[in-house]
């Protein structure tokens, strides 16, 4: 069984950073597609940071210049560095993949993580 456990929210002062890391467990070959979301208190779930399969790695408009996602595919690991947090940061981030191979011919599609809470105090 394939799980993403996302792990390194908390709470933080406006200005500061934190890390956050997702990590498939189980017995995976490849990730296709991952990256980071968020859903704010009465607010859609948004986009933060992706790997897309096959393209360029995408940031939110909100986000570009202070976070920098990363991966380790070696862990099957990906990660979110924030600076600069700001209050409006303030969510439930989510590592999403689109699509996990558990092997050469086999995969499955669309996984999220538990989640894990950021706040942002002023």
């Known amino acids: 069984q394939v799980q993403l456990v996302e792990s390194g929210g908390g709470l933080v002062q406006a200005g500061g950073s934190l890390r956050l890391s997702c990590t498939a467990s189980g017995n995976i070959f490849s990730i296709d597609g991952v990256g980071w979301y968020r859903q704010a208190p009465g607010k859609q779930r948004e986009l933060v940071a992706v790997?897309?399969?096959?393209?360029?790695?995408m940031y939110a408009d909100s986000v570009r210049g202070r976070f920098t996602i990363s991966r380790d595919n070696a862990k099957n690991t990906v990660y979110l560095q924030m600076n600069s947090l700001k209050p409006e940061d303030t969510a439930v981030y989510y590592c999403?993949?689109?699509?996990?191979?558990?092997?050469?011919?086999?995969?499955?599609?669309?996984?999220w993580g538990q989640g894990t809470q950021v706040t942002v105090s002023s």
């Open positions: 790997f897309p399969s096959g393209g360029s790695t």
């Open positions: 999403h993949a689109d699509r996990i191979f558990l092997s050469p011919m086999r995969s499955n599609f669309d996984y």
